[in-house]
């Protein structure tokens, strides 16, 4: 069974960091990329990271080089460090994995970035 459980959202403010954890069944972390998305309030959902088995890491162009995302198979989690953050990063962040043909969502965690 594909679970995915996200942690780690809170309220920052501008210029600060957070780190977001998800832990993944088994299944859904073994040989299985794995990433993030994110959703602002009244917007669609926006892709902003993944990462392959093999570690190759993709990030969206409004967050790279302030966004790193890791994962730790010991674990089975998948990180994702946000510095620099601001205000526009505001968002419910969602992470997923690709597995036999369908993506998996965790139950998103909220973060907020004040001005």
């Known amino acids: 069974q594909v679970q995915l459980v996200e942690s780690g959202g809170g309220l920052v403010q501008a210029g600060g960091s957070l780190r977001l954890s998800c832990a993944a069944s088994?299944?859904?972390?073994?040989?299985?990329?794995l990433g993030w998305y994110r959703q602002a309030p009244g917007k669609q959902r926006e892709y902003v990271a993944y990462?392959?088995?093999?570690?190759?890491?993709n990030y969206a162009d409004s967050v790279k080089g302030r966004f790193t995302i890791s994962r730790d198979s010991a674990k089975r989690t998948v990180d994702l460090q946000m510095d620099s953050l601001k205000p526009e990063d505001t968002a419910v962040y969602y992470c997923?994995?690709?597995?036999?043909?369908?993506?998996?969502w965790g139950q998103g965690t909220q973060v907020t970035v004040s001005s």
């Open positions: 088994e299944i859904a972390f073994s040989r299985n990329p």
């Open positions: 990462i392959t088995s093999g570690s190759s890491t």
């Open positions: 997923y994995a690709d597995h036999s043909g369908r993506r998996y």
